[in-house]
C-alpha cells in the first residue's frame, strides 16, 4: 500500500471521528453559551435571597447537626455540621476532615491509618471532595456567606438571583412564585460553555425539616445524590 493511500486512510479515519465532535460543540456552543448578565446589587437582591431562604426553611437546616449524603455512587460523606467535621469515603480510602483545622485530620487506607505525605494528599484531596460535592447539596443555603454577592437581574420580566460564590464562579438561580429554586445558570471557569442550566427540583425533606435535592439535570447527564439524610 503506497504512502498516500495511508494518508489518504488515516486522514478520512481523523475526519470521521472529529468531525461529529466538532459539530456537536458547534451545536452546543450555540444552544448554551449565554453571556454573563448584568445585575444590581441591592436590597431587592438581599429580599429575594432571603425569600428563598425562606421557601426553603432556612431554619430547619440551620439546626441540622448532621447531614449523610452519596455523590453519584463515587463518594459518601458524614458530615457532622454541628461539629464542622466531616468523614468522607471513597475507593479503600477514608479521610476525617477536620474543616477549621485540616492538620488535625486523619487519613486511613482499608481502614489503617496513614502518615506523612501520604496522609496530607488524602486530606487535600477530601476537602476538595467535599467542598466541591457538598455545593451540590447545600449551595442555595450559602447565599450570606462571607464574600458572597447577589444582584437582581430582570429577565422576561421576572426577577431573578444572581449570586458569586467566588471569583469566576457565577450562578442564576431561577425561583417559582414562592421563592423556592427550580434551577440555576452557571457561569464558572470549569465548563466549556457559559449559561448552562442545571435542574434543582428533586427535593427531599429531611428529618430535620431541611429541604436537600436527591438529582440535578444537567445538559444530557443527571447527577445523582443518595442516601440524603438530615437530623437534628
Known amino acids: 500500500m503506497s504512502s498516500k493511500k495511508i494518508l489518504k486512510i488515516v486522514a478520512g479515519v481523523i475526519i470521521f471521528i472529529t468531525l461529529p465532535s466538532l459539530l456537536l460543540f458547534g451545536y452546543l456552543h450555540f444552544k448554551y453559551d449565554e453571556d454573563l448578565p448584568v445585575g444590581t446589587q441591592n436590597e431587592q437582591a438581599d429580599a429575594l435571597a432571603k425569600k428563598m431562604l425562606t421557601a426553603l426553611d432556612y431554619e430547619a437546616y440551620k439546626n441540622t447537626k448532621y447531614i449523610e449524603w452519596t455523590y453519584k455512587k463515587r463518594r459518601h460523606y458524614k458530615w457532622k455540621k454541628s461539629e464542622h467535621s466531616c468523614t468522607v469515603y471513597w ?13 488535625s485530620s486523619k487519613a486511613y487506607v482499608h481502614n489503617f491509618k496513614v502518615e506523612g505525605e501520604q496522609a496530607k494528599n488524602l486530606i487535600a484531596e477530601a476537602h476538595t471532595y467535599f467542598s466541591e460535592d457538598s455545593f451540590w447539596l447545600v449551595a442555595p443555603y450559602r447565599v450570606f456567606d462571607e464574600g458572597v ?34 434551577s440555576f445558570k452557571m457561569w464558572n471557569d470549569k465548563l466549556p460553555f457559559d449559561g448552562v442550566e442545571l435542574s434543582w427540583k428533586d427535593w427531599t425533606t429531611t428529618e430535620s425539616g431541611a429541604k436537600l435535592p436527591t438529582f440535578h439535570k444537567f445538559m444530557f447527564f443527571g447527577m445523582e445524590l443518595q442516601d440524603v439524610k438530615g437530623t437534628k
Do not use: C
Open 91 to 103: 475507593e479503600e480510602y477514608k479521610v476525617d476532615l477536620k474543616l477549621n483545622e485540616l492538620n
Open 149 to 182: 454577592t447577589r444582584s437582581v437581574v430582570n429577565v422576561n420580566g421576572k426577577q431573578e438571583l444572581l449570586v458569586n460564590y467566588q471569583p469566576d464562579d457565577t450562578y442564576l438561580w431561577q425561583l417559582d412564585a414562592n421563592g423556592m429554586p427550580t
